[in-house]
């Protein structure tokens, strides 16, 4: 559970509710939002108010959900939870809105991959992370903003290329020119390039 900081959307009185039903503990939710027992169990008291009908059973130090208290539970723990994703992609977006995160597909050879790579330390504000190319994962990955751009030498699909959201240029071939001793200049240049590091 996350603490108060972070709440944009979500109310107090539907986070103190979640957080009791699922600790039914009153001191121990409380402490998890850096409150005082006594305010928190209040807290509570007032929604059951407002409400008109009490949704914790309590007896001695325990507190646990009644009927009414499960059912509303049921209903509002998938409300609480999208409001809670949102609230995360709001609070991270504004702690990455400095920083671009660059994936390089891990299939490019060891000499273009470092160079890839190295942008990272190049550019102030840039990240560059090594990653698996799969379309789904890749598509995953950019929408959640895990990734900003990936470079990669592979073709995607149709499918993908249709999806609005996302941008696809070609980027013109790399011109690699090899430098290799006279004493490989039997060899055939694929296996070289096979034996380079």
């Known amino acids: 559970m996350r603490g108060g900081g972070m709440d ?13 039903a699922q600790t039914n503990n009153i001191a121990r939710a409380a402490e998890k939002i850096h409150m005082t027992a006594s305010p928190f169990g209040k807290s509570i008291a007032a929604l059951e108010e407002q409400i008109g009908y009490t949704l914790f059973t309590r007896k001695d130090n325990n507190i646990s959900l009644n009927k009414a208290g ?7 723990f998938p409300v609480y939870q999208r409001l809670s994703a949102i609230d995360n992609e709001i609070h991270n977006s504004g702690r990455r809105s400095r920083e671009i995160v660059i994936g390089i597909d891990n299939t490019y050879p060891t000499i273009i991959f470092d160079q890839l790579i190295s942008l990272g330390d190049k550019y102030e504000g840039v990240t ?22 990936i470079i990669s030498p592979q073709h995607v699909s149709a499918r993908v290329q249709e999806l609005e959201n996302l941008t696809i240029s070609e980027l013109p071939p790399l011109r690699l020119n090899f430098l290799v001793s006279r004493r490989y200049e039997e060899r055939q240049e694929q296996e070289l390039l096979q034996e380079l590091p």
């Open 8 to 20: 944009i959307f979500i109310s107090k009185k539907m986070r103190n509710f979640i957080l009791l």
């Open 128 to 149: 560059a992370q090594p990653v698996e190319f799969s379309e789904n994962g890749v598509i995953d990955n950019l929408f959640d903003r895990q990734l900003d751009f």
């Open 70 to 76: 499960q059912e509303l539970y049921q209903k509002l």
